[in-house]
Structures are given as structure tokens and as C-alpha cells.
């Protein structure tokens, strides 16, 4: 007697599944070899003691897949052979050099199981998930082009309108004209390196900075300099010294928690630095992902110069979904003409998809309360990730006012890559401070993620870790 499947979602899924398993494995074991033609829907249906329609959705998402190949009036033919991942044989991989794409690459692999106290997001348990449910359901009632078509050039205006209000808080002073959307803030950096620099071309950033600056600038083919970061800003002096000898084309920075560090530009040392880029013809990309993480807006770059030599970007990836990329970009109109271009030269219309799911998600009335929690969230496991260090012996070299990065410095003159790669072979993802500086000079440092710190086992490992690096 064949037993159909309910109407209960999570139930059809998992006959499917094992109507999936029983043809790979089949396939596996050679039962099927490539070429052969598969039992037909009634008759695995009936085999299977499942229904028809089970069966169908199983054979599409095989075809899907490419195990199996629909013929027109002849049936479902198997493809190829599949070994079951339970048997396939891996050599180890040579270890990967600690290097600015690093952390990045340990953390996008990681399993569900692996610590990353080193990784730059958010638990996916802390984003807000019921808003963007509601956004997709809510985007896939939309009118066919939105779901269908291609983007305007600029991006979907009720994204830009808001960013508009958003940034007119941070006293950023734009119209319309002056944003542009993107796939991501990383893109938003890319788009403006191909549109201002040349091979060959300089560019200017903190040390210690954001390692994928580093990653992303020598996939441009650019000479990249530094100047020291302090609790206050770059320092000035050296600042100065840097932009006289190197004549950098761009300097790329965060005036508000600044990555790695979490420190605040002040406005001292803001009004110093615009005046130096002015005389330099030096371009300024500031770049704002962390915006919504603060409590009390710091200075802005781009509100001091109005957007004329200041680039002010950002994305929704820290607050709202790293899956569902989306960015932005404020500038002068002449240079926004010019982007929109490059744009469409190199991703055509943009993301319009993400751009209305991140607006739908901004509109709705949780969004500033999931803010407000997430804010006090971030400012208690500062506080516990901070005690817990010290006892351990890392000392932060500032407890920021807002944000998720703690800089921390290691004790007794220790290597943080050795501690990242003793970490790492326990399942723990550490940002060892070598990755962050262009001149290397940070590598008794850690960045660690408050929000990703909260396992006791970090501390553990980590205290027994240095204890045997300390010993001689």
C-alpha cells in the first residue's frame, strides 16, 4: 500500500531527500551505471511506498544537480557516477601563510561547530531574521519587474531616499543625485578603485587597518603606504610626512569605530586631516559600515567637507544580513556620473533584489528596536569579553565606546600568529594583528569579535596557549 505524503512541509522534504539518497547511492554502488535509465516516477513511487509528486521533485532536483538528465518521452537517465562523500579520500591541504586573507577564508569555511572570536560578523542569531522573513514574503508579492528584471543605474530611490535621512543625522548634507547603490561596501572600495587609481598608482591607509584593504588594493596593482593609527586618529605628524614623500592618490579609512581598533576620529584631529588632504588633492574614502552600532554619532568626515574630496560608503551587512549584500556609495554628482558607468560596465544593474529587501527590512517598525537591543548586546559582551582577556593576560588598548572589535595586545612579547595557528588546529578562529598592518608591526596584537567570544572554551585555549608559548 503506498503511503502519500502529508501536507506537512518539513515531512515532504524528507521523503524527497530519501528518495534523493536511495538513486545516489544506486549510482554509487554502481547498481546504475552513466547512461542507464532510471525506474519510471510510478514505479520508484511505488518502490519508495511514497506519492508520485515526491518522486517528481526528487527527480527535478537531481536534474538540477546534474546527477540525472531528463530525455523528452524517453524519462530520467543517470548522468554520471557519484562517490559518497563518506568515502571520498582528501589529502590534507598545505597550510595557508597568515596573511591579510586569512582570517577571512578560515572563517567563510568554518563549520557550524568552529569558535571565531576572529571573524568580522554578527551570530546569524543576532541579526533580524523574523523582519527579513517578513521583507521576503512581503518582496514576493512585488510587482514581475522587481523580482525579474534588471535595476536602474543608481539603485532603487526609496533605499537612497532613506539613506538620504540617515545620513543627514551624521550632518552629511547630499541629494539624491549624489548616491549611488552597490552589491556590497566591498564593492562600493573596488568600483571606486577602478573608476580614481592606475596601476602603479598610491594609496594611503591606517596601520593598523581593515585587512582586506590590503587583500583588495593588490588585486588593484597599486603601491600602498601607511600611517600609525592612535586612539584619536592617525598620527598627524607622520600623516603629513607620508603624504609629502608618497603623494598618495587615495587614503581609505573608517572616522567611526575604526576596524581593527575601535577607536573614534576626533574632531581635532579631523579638521587637521581634511586640511592636509586639501592641500595634497588627496581623495578620502570613509568608509561607514559601522554606523549603526553606535550610540551617539562621531564626527564624519564627509559632513566637515561636503562630500567634495570626502567618499563616504557603507553597507547593511553588519546590522541587517551579510546574505543579502548591499552598499552604498555618496559622492560628488560629477564623480557619481562616472561610477554609474563603471557600474553598468561591470555589474549592469546592480542588485535591485536586495536593495528592496534591505529597504523593506529598514522600514519596518523592529528595525530600530532590534538596533537598541543589539547595541546593549554588544556593549555587555564588551564589557564580559574585555574582563574575561585581562584575566588571561590581553590587555585591550582601548574598551570602545560602541561597536564589536576589542585590540587587544598579548603578553610577554608574544607572536599572534603562532597563537592564531595553535588556535586554529583546536577549532578556534582567531585575527592575529599581523594581517591588519602594512608594516607588520602589530603582531603582538588580536582583534577579537565581542559577539563572537562568548564560549568559555576561547579562554580556556587561549590561557593554555600561552602558558606553553611563555614557556622557554
Known sequence: MTVHSKNNSAEKTTLVERAMEEICQRISNQRLAPGTKLPSIRQFASQMQVSKSTIVIAYDRLA?????????????????????????????????????????????????NALKPGCGWL????????????ALRSLSRAEQPTLSEYGTPKGFPPLREHLLRQMAQKQISATLDQVILTSSGTEAIDLLCRYFLEPGDTVLVDDPCY?????????????????????NGPDIELFEQVLLEHQPRIYITNSAIHNPTGA?????IAHQLLKLAEISNLIIIEDDIFSDLEATPAPRLAAMDGLNKVIHIGSFSKTISAAARCGFIAARK???????????????????FA???????????????????????????MGKTSSRLIDIGIKPWLVPQAGMYLWCKLPNGLQATSIAKKAHSKGIILAPGSVFSLKKSANQYLRFNVSQSTDPKIYEALELIITQESCP
Open 64 to 112: 538540477a544537480q546534474g546527477t540525472i538528465k531528463p530525455r523528452s518521452g524517453s524519462g530520467f537517465f543517470v548522468a554520471g557516477a557519484l562517490v559518497p562523500l563518506t568515502l571520498m579520500q582528501h589529502k590534507p591541504q598545505a597550510e595557508h601563510e597568515i596573511d591579510p586573507l586569512w582570517v577571512s577564508r578560515q572563517s567563510l569555511k568554518a563549520t557550524d
Open 123 to 134: 551570530p546569524a542569531s543576532w541579526m533580524p531574521q523574523e523582519s527579513i522573513r517578513r
Open 211 to 231: 585587512f582586506n584593504f590590503h587583500a583588495l588594493l593588490k588585486a588593484h596593482r597599486v603601491k600602498v603606504v601607511s600611517a600609525p593609527y592612535t586612539k
Open 264 to 268: 573614534i576620529l576626533s574632531p581635532t
Open 334 to 352: 560629477d564623480w557619481v556620473e562616472g561610477l554609474i558607468d563603471l557600474k553598468i560596465a561591470t555589474s549592469f544593474g546592480g542588485n535591485p
Open 355 to 381: 536593495a528592496e529587501l534591505t529597504w523593506r527590512v529598514l522600514q519596518d517598525g523592529n528595525y530600530r528596536k532590534h538596533l537598541h537591543k543589539l547595541r546593549q548586546r554588544l556593549s555587555s559582551a
